[in-house]
């Protein structure tokens, strides 16, 4: 059984920059593609981030694309996720997630997922 724990998050000011983690136990076949969704109160999960580090892939949503940074430690088994420029949409809880596949990490699919970190930008 794979375990993810996330770190990161709480109150950031509008136009600030936040830095989540998530460590994974062990990284297999199955857990490949790590990386980040989201969901806001009343609205559908939303995948933000994913990185594939054996594949050297990342992928990155509209909604976060130009503002964000993922990168693997592997020495670790933990992923970086830096978003910067955070406005008001950005307040969500965050998740953690891994998949074979980078697209069930995207779509908030992930067969495994860690607990979720609030994030919540305001002034």
């Known amino acids: 059984q794979v375990q993810l724990v996330a770190s990161g998050g709480g109150l950031v000011q509008p136009g600030g920059s936040l830095k989540l983690s998530c460590a994974a136990s062990?990284?297999?076949?199955?857990?490949?593609?790590i990386g980040w969704f989201r969901q806001a109160p009343g609205k559908e999960r939303e995948g933000i981030s994913c990185?594939?580090?054996?594949?050297?892939?990342?992928w990155y949503s509209s909604a976060v694309e130009g503002r964000s940074t993922i990168a693997s430690d592997e020495a670790s088994n933990t992923v970086n996720l830096q978003i910067y420029n955070l406005g008001p949409e950005d307040t969500a809880v965050y998740y953690c997630a891994a998949d074979s596949s980078a697209q069930s990490v995207m779509t908030g699919t992930a067969n495994y997922r860690g607990q979720g970190t609030q994030v919540t930008v305001a002034s």
């Open positions: 062990k990284v297999t076949l199955e857990t490949k593609a």
């Open positions: 990185i594939s580090p054996s594949e050297g892939e990342t």
